[in-house]
């Protein structure tokens, strides 16, 4: 009986029965072929058994040009790839890695391989980017160690490691390589470009150096240019290399190589990747042993032995000449430098995008992600944005893996099929609560109906406060509009991201700088103004983006809420506003006479105004203030 997997043959031979002690031990070692079989079996959702693979892209006699000016050739290029190419050839998905990746994205090398690619949780047969659907491409980037030409590999002109005589490197240049190896693999079109941190850089300079090749982009913690902070760090990097003794001006193959200086590069950038609060979690103050000083300067806290290990696997397996190089390429990565603005560098790009940020990033803050948001709104570009809450720091993009794994999953599944993207689509797991105004908002549903009447067919949209996206999806269903969302609870930006919805997680109260004067049709503001802190100045804002603005709100002064205060002497709880006082996420108070006055205060005009009960669709036309629960108005810039 022979194993199709690993072909080993664990069956006796068929020349004779084994009789006695020789069936014993045949049996015996049939029984432990099989358990070390199992043992070594590879998990199910795992893309399985690997190879990388080397393919030259560049020859010596047709060098390629470099930003730098200098031309380099020959150039191979290592890379894996999972799943197959369909018949259509449109399921291709480019992932780039980060500063110490390699083309090893997932699976392994052999039966005996205890480490899976780097990216092992988030590609395989159902998982964030599904083998079963989807043809993964992941290559070493040029100047890497893993297989792709670098610092480290031969140079035909001396037979000798380039070392320091390789040209500097950029991130476009990256780019251009993996764009060459596509072109020998014969890949046209790419479904998606993702990557984080220096692989995010890579999927921004992709949008915009090939922007008709690739449906999405899914830039993750990743920065549009390093600030000074982070370029200060990868220059003490570099230079804890450069002055290691074995550092030899790049000459160390084949000798000692600069093992401390790299290790201590390492130390420094790795503490870049973690946050504050994942450290104190992690090690606190820890001692490697229990609760004494050794009064020396060996490692004895915990972060510190963390920090030794750490730098010690990383010396054996990267080099030190690419971890210069590539630093510098990142330091040299600047979206808009050739542009007047980032907003005009995003300008010609054509990819649905999901930019990906996580809440204790420092390295590339949620802030630098925001940027990059708005360039694309002020353009008008199709974008869901999400800051996903985290403790891992930059780390977060390899360690948030189911959090970050749904995203991306129903953002390919929305982009590969839109056609089959309806209202009640639910790829992703429903959220597992509603919190403050959207438990609210859930209850006052009735007004959907009314808002898509008031609304015209392929009219351009911005809903503040969207939720889970249903009246946004409603309204691209039935009137074909081109919709706009802004939500800032995670849970529902999953769920809008299912309906393939452009959504963007934001507070609205710091305003709508990135969107131009008018851009929209018309903006929505429904049960959100009295959540809000500063309705004055939201209100302003949609006025200005919007041709019209729709808001609708529960009436306070409803009869029940009356009658509730007058006779029980106590804040109102009723099934229009069914908080405590204590837990409400109404902040503010009003009726439909406030709001009257507050669009005069505005110097917005009332177009409409629908005062509605929830459980009648037709309008309230005696004594509104009293018996509506519920009111939607359409304003204007008067």
Same mark, same amino acid.
């Given at each position: 009986?022979?194993?199709?997997?690993?072909?080993?043959?664990?069956?006796?031979?068929?020349?004779?029965?084994?009789?006695?002690?020789?069936?014993?031990?045949?049996?015996?070692?049939?029984?432990?072929?099989?358990?070390?079989?199992?043992?070594?079996?590879?998990?199910?959702?795992?893309?399985?058994?690997?190879?990388?693979?080397?393919?030259?892209?560049?020859?010596?006699?047709?060098?390629?040009?470099?930003?730098?000016?200098?031309?380099?050739?020959?150039?191979?290029?290592?890379?894996?790839?999972?799943?197959?190419?369909?018949?259509?050839?449109?399921?291709?998905?480019?992932?780039?890695?980060?500063?110490?990746?390699?083309?090893?994205?997932?699976?392994?090398?052999?039966?005996?391989?205890?480490?899976?690619?780097?990216?092992?949780?988030?590609?395989?047969?159902?998982?964030?980017?599904?083998?079963?659907?989807?043809?993964?491409?992941?290559?070493?980037?040029?100047?890497?160690?893993?297989?792709?030409?670098?610092?480290?590999?031969?140079?035909?002109?001396?037979?000798?490691?380039?070392?320091?005589?390789?040209?500097?490197?950029?991130?476009?240049?990256?780019?251009?390589?993996?764009?060459?190896?596509?072109?020998?693999?014969?890949?046209?079109?790419?479904?998606?470009?993702?990557?984080?941190?220096?692989?995010?850089?890579?999927?921004?300079?992709?949008?915009?150096?090939?922007?008709?090749?690739?449906?999405?982009?899914?830039?993750?913690?990743?920065?549009?240019?390093?600030?000074?902070?982070?370029?200060?760090?990868?220059?003490?990097?570099?230079?804890?290399?450069?002055?290691?003794?074995?550092?030899?001006?790049?000459?160390?193959?084949?000798?000692?190589?600069?093992?401390?200086?790299?290790?201590?590069?390492?130390?420094?950038?790795?503490?870049?990747?973690?946050?504050?609060?994942?450290?104190?979690?992690?090690?606190?103050?820890?001692?490697?042993?229990?609760?004494?000083?050794?009064?020396?300067?060996?490692?004895?806290?915990?972060?510190?032995?963390?920090?030794?290990?750490?730098?010690?696997?990383?010396?054996?397996?990267?080099?030190?000449?690419?971890?210069?190089?590539?630093?510098?390429?990142?330091?040299?990565?600047?979206?808009?430098?050739?542009y007047s603005s980032l907003s005009q560098a995003f300008a010609g790009t054509r990819a649905r995008f999901l930019v990906v940020s996580f809440s204790s990033d420092w390295l590339f803050t949620p802030a630098q992600s925001e940027a990059i948001v708005?360039?694309?709104?002020?353009?008008?570009?199709?974008?869901?944005?999400?800051?996903i809450d985290s403790s891992y720091g930059h780390d977060a993009f390899l360690l948030e893996n189911e959090t970050l794994g749904a995203f991306i999953r129903c953002f390919l599944a929305a982009t590969s099929h839109p056609e089959c993207v309806k209202?009640?689509?639910?790829?992703?797991?429903?959220?597992?609560?509603?919190?403050?105004?959207?438990?609210?908002?859930?209850?006052?549903?009735?007004?959907?109906?009314?808002?898509?009447?008031?609304?015209?067919?392929?009219?351009?949209?911005?809903?503040?406060?969207?939720?889970?996206?249903?009246?946004?999806?409603?309204?691209?269903?039935?009137?074909?509009?081109?919709?706009?969302?802004?939500?800032?609870?995670?849970?529902?930006?999953?769920?809008?991201?299912?309906?393939?919805?452009?959504?963007?997680?934001?507070?609205?109260?710091?305003?709508?700088?990135?969107?131009?004067?008018?851009?929209?049709?018309?903006?929505?503001?429904?049960?959100? &103004?009295? #959540?809000?802190?500063? =309705?004055? *100045? /939201?209100?302003?804002? +949609? @006025?200005?983006?919007?041709?019209?603005?729709?808001?609708?709100?529960?009436?306070?002064?409803?009869?029940?809420?009356?009658?509730?205060?007058?006779?029980?002497?106590?804040?109102?709880?009723?099934?229009?506003?069914?908080?405590?006082?204590?837990?409400?996420?109404?902040?503010?108070?009003?009726?439909?006479?406030?709001?009257?006055?507050?669009?005069?205060?505005?110097?917005?005009?009332?177009?409409?105004?629908?005062?509605? &009960?929830? #459980?009648?669709?037709? =309008?309230? *036309? /005696?004594?509104?203030? +009293? @018996?509506?629960?519920?009111?939607?108005?359409?304003?204007?810039?008067?």
């Open positions: 009986m022979v194993c199709p997997d690993i072909g080993t043959c664990y069956a006796p031979a068929r020349s004779g029965e084994p009789t006695g002690s020789q069936c014993v031990d045949v049996y015996r070692n049939e029984f432990l072929t099989i358990l070390v079989w199992l043992m070594t079996a590879i998990d199910a959702n795992s893309v399985g058994l690997v190879q990388t693979k080397v393919l030259r892209v560049v020859e010596s006699d047709a060098p390629l040009l470099l930003e730098c000016g200098k031309k380099l050739g020959p150039i191979d290029v290592a890379y894996e790839t999972y799943g197959q190419l369909n018949e259509a050839r449109n399921n291709a998905i480019l992932v780039c890695h980060a500063l110490s990746g390699s083309a090893h994205a997932a699976g392994y090398h052999s039966r005996d391989d205890r480490k899976p690619g780097w990216w092992e949780d988030m590609i395989g047969p159902g998982k964030g980017i599904d083998t079963d659907k989807y043809f993964v491409l992941c290559s070493n980037f040029l100047g890497g160690c893993s297989g792709t030409t670098g610092p480290s590999s031969i140079d035909p002109q001396t037979g000798k490691p380039y070392g320091l005589s390789f040209p500097i490197i950029t991130i476009a240049d990256m780019v251009r390589v993996q764009k060459l190896l596509l072109d020998r693999l014969g890949i046209e079109h790419l479904l998606a470009v993702i990557g984080g941190s220096i692989g995010g850089m890579q999927v921004l300079q992709w949008s915009i150096a090939y922007p008709d090749m690739m449906d999405a982009a899914i830039p993750i913690a990743t920065t549009t240019h390093l600030g000074a902070q982070s370029i200060a760090f990868d220059a003490v990097g570099r230079n804890a290399i450069l002055a290691d003794a074995n550092f030899a001006d790049g000459r160390y193959h084949g000798n000692s190589v600069p093992a401390r200086g790299l290790a201590i590069a390492r130390m420094i950038g790795h503490i870049t990747y973690l946050s504050e609060e994942g450290m104190r979690q992690k090690f606190g103050r820890e001692l490697r042993s229990a609760g004494k000083y050794s009064y020396d300067f060996n490692s004895e806290f915990s972060v510190e032995t963390y920090l030794d290990y750490q730098g010690q696997t990383f010396v054996d397996r990267f080099d030190a000449n690419s971890y210069l190089y590539i630093t510098k390429a990142s330091d040299y990565f600047d979206l808009a430098r050739d708005d360039a694309l709104a002020a353009n008008g570009k199709d974008i869901s944005f999400c800051n209202v009640e689509d639910a790829c992703c797991p429903k959220p597992t609560r509603r919190l403050g105004r959207h438990e609210q908002a859930h209850r006052a549903r009735v007004d959907y109906q009314l808002v898509e009447s008031l609304i015209e067919p392929d009219a351009t949209v911005l809903d503040v406060g969207c939720g889970d996206g249903e009246l946004l999806a409603r309204l691209r269903q039935d009137k074909r509009i081109d919709g706009r969302g802004i939500e800032l609870e995670q849970d529902l930006v999953l769920g809008c991201v299912c309906k393939r919805l452009s959504i963007i997680q934001y507070d609205i109260e710091r305003g709508l700088g990135s969107y131009a004067d008018k851009s929209f049709d018309y903006a929505i503001l429904s049960q959100t &103004v009295q #959540t809000i802190r500063d =309705p004055e *100045r /939201v209100l302003q804002d +949609l @006025l200005r983006v919007g041709r019209r603005v729709i808001v609708s709100f529960p009436n306070f002064a409803h009869w029940r809420s009356r009658v509730q205060l007058l006779c029980r002497g106590r804040a109102p709880v009723t099934r229009q506003l069914p908080f405590g006082w204590h837990d409400t996420p109404n902040i503010h108070c009003l009726s439909l006479k406030d709001f009257d006055d507050f669009c005069g205060h505005l110097g917005a005009r009332i177009e409409r105004r629908v005062p509605l &009960v929830k #459980t009648r669709p037709s =309008p309230v *036309r /005696v004594w509104p203030n +009293l @018996l509506a629960e519920q009111v939607i108005y359409v304003i204007r810039e008067d």
